[in-house]
């Protein structure tokens, strides 16, 4: 067994390549130094300190893998940052700057003329979702066209939008139209395992809506934002998309303490979330949208189909190393299948591809967190001293960024894997009797953004589905967690989300809804006949967009 973990600990640290062995096509160039943030409609030249950006992807060296450096991007100070901010209010002149007031269709073609030069840097965009977090080619396509059609199903649910509140309702002898109209200044800040698609599903609705941005960069995915700078000048108005570089603990915190950002678009952990709620001098004018937390657990009952069941939580698992809020983070199975569906995910794991992001198939890449391998490897420790064992061969064994997925059994609550979201490639597994055993999981977990059952007994499924609406908010039948299609609600209970979003949801919660109103007399009909007849208004109108 000795000599067997030994030849695996070289498998690993066998992945990393030399230079002379990356494909040409997906090499990096040379170090980017992107010392410029953009602000006003300017790309200004930061002269003061810059971070360093390194890659997840390690080159082999004889001293051991050696991160590979991608470049530096700014370390702002609060003083920079706080000029950013006074940029975007003065864009946004309290709703009376330029974008605020454009029309819903001249928005729209703000946009559409940024899903353009943005498609022009799809190239870039990709190599450096690889090369700064890891994520494989395939899957750094996929973000890429999601974002993209995210954007486009975005403006048609605007239209849609603009469609029906481009009538008047006339009730109890009062006229009315009913809009929305934008919020303020909003401050977008990503994650990293998706740092285009999800820091996107918050900046685009709210930039369409009529608010102005200021964009800070995840900690990992910071310089493939720098290819879209020049896009975001050209194609808004100055101040309307503002980039805040830096360590957020320095340069966010003194944002919300102005008290100026009016809404907080955050993905990342409650902690976070609430620590920055608290410093804004009027909490209850920020509104938050938020995504958080997750445990979500699979059940899987007696009858379930096994490989079916062993499929989907392989992928709701290990897709892109299982640091997705949306992954499954802890199955439970029932004791009478338990043994078989160890054996089969163990078999299944086996066949899971480990490599570099560019490889064909590559399911097992790199973590872009440095501290992220020995975290796990502190899970599996603990896991281990409470009595679990890592049922796949090599799980476990780390090298550099690199940690190969650790299945865990059996685990029970003395472990700190079965409350912990571990954001990362461990699958703990508990057995079960009783289908109350799961279900009281979940009611005391502290999230509740989904959970998955699998099972074929409708009897089963239907209790289950009832236990668990009013804890969870999306419950996947014989399926993997996941957020798709974005048409879909996504939010959470307790501390895994605030706000709900989809296309639509979205749209309305980076806005508010006006209504302006006048009593039926024959003068007012004929004053909001003229105004919406003659065009004076960008509010007030009937125009029908196609």
């Known amino acids: ?66 991160p590979r450096t991608l470049g530096e991007t700014p370390l702002l100070s609060e003083e920079a940052a706080l000029e950013i901010l006074d940029v975007a209010v003065k864009a946004y002149a309290n709703g009376r700057g330029v974008w605020p007031t454009m029309s819903v269709g001249e928005r729209i073609q703000c946009i559409q003329r940024f899903t353009r030069a943005m498609g022009e840097k799809h190239d870039e965009i990709v190599r450096l979702l690889m090369w700064e977090i890891g994520k494989s080619l395939d899957e750094a396509e996929r973000e890429f066209k999601r974002a993209l059609s995210y954007i486009r199903d975005t403006i048609e649910a605007l239209k849609e939008l603009d469609r029906v509140s481009s009538r008047f309702v006339i009730q109890q002898g009062i006229i009315g139209q009913i809009r929305r109209a934008p919020l303020g200044v909003v401050l977008c800040m990503g994650p990293y395992n998706f740092p285009l698609y999800e820091t996107f599903t918050t900046l685009i609705p709210a930039l369409v809506m009529g608010n102005t941005i200021l964009l800070k960069p995840p900690r990992f995915g910071i310089l493939l934002f720098q290819p879209l700078l020049e896009a975001f000048r050209d194609c808004f108005p100055p101040g309307v998309v503002n980039t805040v570089y830096g360590d957020g603990q320095a340069v966010v915190p003194p944002l919300l303490a102005s008290g100026r950002v009016d809404v907080l678009g955050f993905i990342g952990t409650h902690r976070v979330a609430d620590a920055l709620r608290a410093i804004h001098p009027r909490p209850h004018r920020l509104r938050c949208v938020l995504g958080l937390d997750a445990k979500n657990p699979a059940i ?17 698992s290990l897709t892109y190393n299982g640091q997705r809020c949306t992954a499954l983070k802890i199955l439970f199975v029932h004791r009478s299948i338990v043994n078989e569906f160890l054996r089969r995910m163990a078999d299944a794991m086996a066949l899971l591809k480990c490599g570099m992001p560019w490889e064909e198939g590559v399911t097992v890449t790199p973590l872009p967190e440095p501290e992220k391998p020995e975290h796990l490897n502190d899970l599996v420790r603990d896991a281990r001293s409470h009595g679990a064992q890592v049922v796949n061969r090599g799980g476990g064994i780390s090298s550099g960024s690199f940690f190969n ?44 953004q989904q959970a998955s059952i699998f099972g074929r007994s409708s009897d089963l499924l239907a209790q289950l589905v009832d236990a668990l609406v009013n804890q969870v908010c999306r419950i996947n039948i014989n399926s993997q967690c996941q957020r798709s299609p974005d048409s879909f609600p996504f939010n959470g209970r307790k501390n895994s989300a605030e706000g709900t979003q989809s296309v ?16 039926e007399t024959d003068a007012n009909r004929e004053i909001i006949t003229n105004i919406v007849k003659e065009r004076k208004s960008h509010f007030l109108s009937t125009d029908f967009m196609l």
């Open 504 to 519: 639509a949801d979205a749209l309305r919660i980076f806005s508010i809804r006006i209504v302006v109103a006048a009593r």
């Open 300 to 316: 899987i009952l007696q009858d379930a189909d096994l490989e079916l069941a062993v499929s989907e939580c392989i992928k709701g």
């Open 405 to 448: 997925p650790a299945l865990l059994y059996p685990v029970t609550p003395a472990m700190r894997i079965h409350n912990e979201e571990q954001f990362g490639p461990l699958i703990p597994v508990v057995p079960f009797d009783d289908i109350r055993e799961p279900i009281d999981y979940v009611v005391a977990s502290n999230y509740g």
């Open 1 to 66: 067994m000795v000599v067997d973990l030994h030849l695996m600990q070289q498998v690993v640290e066998s992945l990393f390549p030399e230079e002379e062995q990356i494909p040409p096509q997906h090499r990096m160039p040379a170090p980017i130094l992107q010392d410029r943030y953009l602000v006003g409609g300017e790309l200004r030249r930061w002269d003061g300190p810059l971070q360093q950006v390194l890659s997840p992807v390690c080159l082999r060296t004889p001293d051991g893998p050696v």
